[in-house]
Nanobody
């Protein structure tokens, strides 16, 4: 397993920007997928963005063109740059590490709150 610690959340006005960081307790170089998810009050957790070890990325339609995921393998850290924030982006954002080895890897951070005011 791997321990994940998110940081960078906070309160921002609509149209503003935040950068979330997810620091891992060990190398993420070989971790298949590093991702960001979010959960708003009363809603299910949803995928925001993922980055694979092969270099590909995928985004939820609602954040395409506004959010960018990146991973720095030298720092064992994954980032989520969030621009043009909207009130509907308000949620707790969670970092996730997933791998298909044995035992399977599926680790979550504790989450960081992002609040976007209108």
């Amino acid at each position: 397993q791997v321990q994940l610690v998110e940081s960078g959340g906070g309160l921002v006005q609509a149209g503003g920007a935040l950068r979330l960081s997810c620091a891992a307790s060990r190398s993420i170089f070989n971790i298949d997928t590093m991702g960001w998810y979010r959960q708003a009050p009363g809603k299910e957790r949803e995928l925001v963005a993922v980055s694979t070890s092969g270099g590909s990325t995928n985004y939820a339609d609602s954040v395409k063109g506004r959010f960018t995921i990146s991973r720095d393998n030298t720092k064992n850290t994954v980032y989520l740059q969030m621009n043009s924030l909207r009130p509907e982006d308000t949620a707790v954002y969670y970092c996730n590490a997933r791998g298909s080895g044995w035992p399977p890897l599926n680790s979550w951070g504790q989450g960081t709150q992002v609040t976007v005011s209108s």
